[in-house]
């Protein structure tokens, strides 16, 4: 098979060669770019003389993008992977991949479509990938780390790469509406798959249609329906999630005394189930587990006209059965079966280690790309308040940001208190209180030397009254911090941090296969990992990086000792645009 | 503006207010029920503690827990040694739904014997024990290909490689059911196939898919932890139409040659001591050599072939069967329609 793709791949770069030689007579018909990066790391386990422990992987990787314009207005492209692992010895450990295809373009000017890989983005309660656990508003702490396993696991912004057809227009109106844009979406999230030679899982649809309209007087709306549906006669299971959610919006926007506003109002509702097909005939039967769940909020937005601040107030209940898979599914995976691949068991015991700062930063694998059809695992040492973004179901709250932004300096400020709206195992409530404050300073533009620090502290406290049993008190940090300065034009020196604390306890959701509560798990946290890097990057050109780094990164559980886990890392990237 | 904004906060009262209507107080099971104190509330109770399975008696279990745990019930026979486990998280056990007729979890199987009933909780230190008698053991239904008690099946063929030691005979000893197995062992440092035995089969009269319908066979794996590397019973069936042993000139069967409709299954490797019982699906077999329409139908199945297969010590890759016999004896084998044979009620 990789023989087949390698000669396919020969074939397509040699013809885009001779396309190449062709581009002066027609130089918009075929183009090529793409990016390399080769990529080392080294781990080892310090202050462990029982176990000592030490593995280095890495790879030389290019992907390749052919662009082809067929005909006017379409564009053809491929994604082609040649990959080749440390220690790959005569082709072994080299792979050839079709990594990506998409056909796109525009349909009488009017009509623009995608087919194939797509990345959608719909609306934070339809269809979103919230970025979650490593989440750094500053966007510089272990750039590179973050980079890597967001490219490996086609993260990019909020949108979840998908598989199938996307098309959109946009026309123009008349009276009190001035544009209307409608979107639409079918992807498969997931094929049908023989499990065996009687049984498979069915095809999983996700399906959504966007209207926006564009009113006069700056009044606008939006409506967005999204559905997720396993066909249950293209396998054979019993039961087959069914899932439409809708998400309306009303915006209001204002202008006055030189600051923006922009009201929003927000509601919509979501209806999951499960389609019973009867395995004696084949029949869909009727549906199961039915659970109907709504959501509403306002929201306020301020911000001054040449942007030196801006701020806001939201309002918003989540209904406790509220569920949508395409806004709730998490960009990690924190559920018993995903396991570090950097020494997934530690002491003596060789007992398998929980997920620390490390590997949501710098594993590859802890990643999740898919769309889940229940509840994910969440991981309350990093986020326990909104662990499934603005659409996590059971919260009532209120949050307000602020954002000033000086001349070489920024500051925000981020708080938020929410409440549950149905008690989990008790009829006591959890109350969450968050609050984030961070700063950003850099050197003045017309210096000789950049350099730029950043940090940001998220404290989250959450709180259950009730027996002693019921009760619930836990209290995390998450500090992140970023630095870096220019030694030499081009050669920077830059360091991250990460310190993760959590004290108290609480209480997991243990869930069925079809999304049902039967269990809880009591979590004792009296935590903390870390993740410090201090290394060095030089941009070789515009286009071309390459960072040396020395990481070291621990965790201590009081509750677990023989979980403790103290160990380096170099990092090597070379990373280029081509 | 104004009145489309009041419209509008209305309206999202309004759905506030009616989807807090549906609100339960709470989700889930009750956390004081979940993590409080255990007891026991109605103690282990039996049915019957004398059940003649051989009659189709059955055996209920019940008892009650002051919240929901993770609970295990282990029946052990004290002389054969068999085991029947159930267990689920809950908080009461139901006469009528945790039900034992008989069968055990694999070989060996119970016999006319006194029997220890043990009930387990997660987490906590004490057993809730209770002892039956067994009656009548347990008749298990479905179509027998061999049991060897009284020879070999009729028309069966027995081949094997000219090696060291080659013992593909009936046995007394270590029998799995009744009084005699069939042994399959020896020492082959050139070839991966040791031996088989291939036995004739007429299943005209099944109905079953090839999902419903399950091969079961006893398979024992060796004494004192010593195995060969990578030996393993290779299971053939087939459907082909050619006569069972047309050419005498052949190893064995000839339905089981390059061009037949034969499915073919491994139960690999073959590492433990004493029995083990199997039961595979049809429908699990994989495609071994094209020669019909592909298709496993069970009715249409002519003959089934047990070999012994082993790593050969010549290849290089397994030094250690040089010194030690490869070993996998065989018996009860039956086939089941809807169940496998141990999980018959």
């Known amino acids: 098979m990789k023989f087949y793709l390698l000669t396919f791949s020969c074939f397509c770069l040699s013809h885009l060669g001779w396309s190449q030689s062709t581009a002066a007579e027609n130089p918009k018909q075929y183009w090529l770019d793409g990016f390399s990066r080769t990529w080392f790391t080294s781990d080892a386990l310090l202050g462990n003389e029982v176990n000592p422990a030490r593995m280095s992987s890495g790879w030389n990787m290019l992907d390749l993008n052919p662009h082809v314009n067929p005909v006017q207005g379409v564009e053809v492209f491929a994604q082609i992977r040649v990959l080749n692992e440390f220690g790959g010895f005569f082709g072994q450990g080299t792979q050839v991949d079709v990594r990506q295809l998409r056909v796109s373009g525009v349909l009488k000017n009017k009509v623009k479509f995608n087919l194939g890989d797509v990345y959608l983005n719909q609306s934070e309660f339809t269809l979103h990938a919230a970025e979650g656990e490593v989440s750094d508003p500053w966007g510089h702490a272990f750039a590179a780390q973050r980079k890597l396993v967001a490219y490996e696991n086609f993260f990019e912004e909020n949108r979840w790469r998908l598989q199938g057809a996307q098309a959109n227009a946009s026309f123009k109106g008349d009276r009190w509406i001035e544009h209307v844009i409608l979107d639409g979406y079918v992807t498969r999230p997931r094929g049908s798959r023989q499990l065996s030679e009687s049984t498979s899982l069915p095809d999983r649809v996700l399906a959504g249609v966007t209207t926006a309209l564009v009113g006069q007087k700056e009044w606008s709306g939006e409506l967005h329906h999204a559905v997720l549906a396993d066909l249950p006669y293209s396998g054979t299971l019993e039961h087959n999630v069914l899932n439409p959610v809708t998400h309306g919006l009303l915006h209001k926007q204002q202008q006055m005394n030189g600051v923006r506003m922009r009201f929003t109002a927000e509601s919509g509702w979501s209806n999951h189930s499960w389609r019973i097909r009867d395995m004696m005939n084949g029949e869909v039967t009727g549906l199961s587990g039915s659970r109907k769940g709504g959501f509403a909020g306002l929201k306020f937005l301020v911000a001054a006209q040449d942007s030196s601040w801006q701020g806001g107030v939201a309002y918003r209940e989540v209904d406790p059965f509220f569920r949508s898979a395409g806004a709730q599914s998490k960009r990690y995976d924190f559920s018993e079966l995903s396991i570090p691949s950097v020494f997934p068991v530690v002491g003596e015991e060789e007992l398998s280690r929980s997920v620390s700062v490390f590997d949501i930063t710098s594993d590859v694998t802890m990643a999740n790309q898919g769309i889940s059809a229940t509840l994910m695992p969440i991981a309350p040492l990093f986020d326990n308040v909104l662990p499934y973004g603005q659409a996590t179901p059971n919260r009532r709250g209120a949050m307000a940001h602020i954002r000033r932004n000086y001349e070489r300096a920024k500051v925000m400020l981020r708080m938020s208190r929410f409440a549950e709206l149905t008690g989990q195992g008790t009829s006591e409530l959890r109350t969450f209180s968050a609050a984030g404050l961070g700063a950003e300073w850099n050197s003045a533009p017309s210096a000789s030397r950049e350099f730029r620090i950043s940090a940001y502290e998220k404290i989250q406290h959450t709180l259950r009254g009730g027996s002693e049993l019921e009760k619930v008190e836990l209290l995390t940090s998450n500090f992140t911090i970023s630095a870096a300065l220019e030694l030499l034009p081009q050669f920077w020196i830059e360091c991250s941090g990460r310190h993760a604390m959590g004290a108290g306890h609480e209480y997991l959701n243990v869930r069925s296969e079809l999304g049902e509560l039967f269990n809880f798990q009591r979590t004792e946290l009296d935590v903390q990992a870390w993740m410090t890097s201090l290394g060095i990057m030089h941009s070789l050109s515009k286009d071309v990086s390459a960072r040396a780094q020395w990481n070291v990164w621990g965790q201590n559980d009081a509750n677990r000792s023989s979980s403790k886990i103290l160990a380096s890392q170099v990092f090597i990237v070379i990373s280029a645009d081509l | ?345």
């Open chain 2, 1 to 345: 503006m104004k009145t489309t904004t009041c419209i509008s906060l209305v309206l999202l009262l309004t759905l506030i207010w009616n989807s807090g209507c549906n609100r339960p107080a709470s989700e889930g099971p009750a956390i004081n029920d979940l993590f409080g104190v255990f007891e026991v509330i109605d103690s282990l109770q039996l049915t019957n503690v004398s059940p003649d399975f051989s009659s189709g008696q059955s055996v209920g279990f019940s008892c009650k827990f002051s919240k929901p745990v993770e609970w295990n019930l282990l029946i052990r026979g004290l002389e054969s040694g068999s085991r029947k486990t159930f267990e689920a998280f809950s908080s009461e056990l139901f006469s009528e739904q945790i039900v034992w007729y008989g069968n055990c979890d694999d070989v060996p199987f119970f016999l006319e014997e006194t029997c220890e009933v043990k009930l387990s909780v997660e987490g906590e230190e004490e057993e809730y024990v209770a002892t039956l008698q067994v009656e009548g053991v347990k008749t298990y239904s479905g179509i027998e290909v061999a049991n060897f008690d009284a020879g070999l099946p009729d028309g069966a063929l027995v081949w094997y490689q000219d090696g060291g030691n080659m013992t593909f005979e009936l046995a007394q000893e270590n029998a799995l059911q009744g009084n005699q197995c069939f042994k399959m062992g020896g020492r082959v440092n050139w070839d991966w196939s040791l031996g088989y035995i291939d036995i004739p089969i007429d299943l005209s009269d099944v109905n079953a898919s090839a999902e419903d319908f399950f091969l079961n066979v006893g398979v024992f794996g060796g004494v004192d932890g010593e195995f060969a590397t990578d030996q393993y019973v290779n299971i053939l069936l087939s459907e082909s139409d050619a006569p069972f042993n047309d050419n005498v000139n052949n190893n064995a069967a000839d339905i089981f040659g390059t061009g037949s409709e034969v499915y073919k299954h491994q139960i690999r490797p073959v590492d433990w001591e004493g029995w083990r019982y199997f039961a595979i699906p049809y429908s699990e077999f994989e495609v071994k050599s094209e020669g019909g329409n592909n298709v496993r139908e069970p009715s249409e199945i002519r003959g089934i072939r047990l070999g012994l297969q082993a790593c050969p010590f010549n290849s290089g890759n397994c030094p250690d069967n040089g010194n030690i016999e490869a070993q996998a004896d065989v018996d009860y084998i039956m086939f089941t329609e809807e169940l496998p044979l141990l999980e018959q009620e």
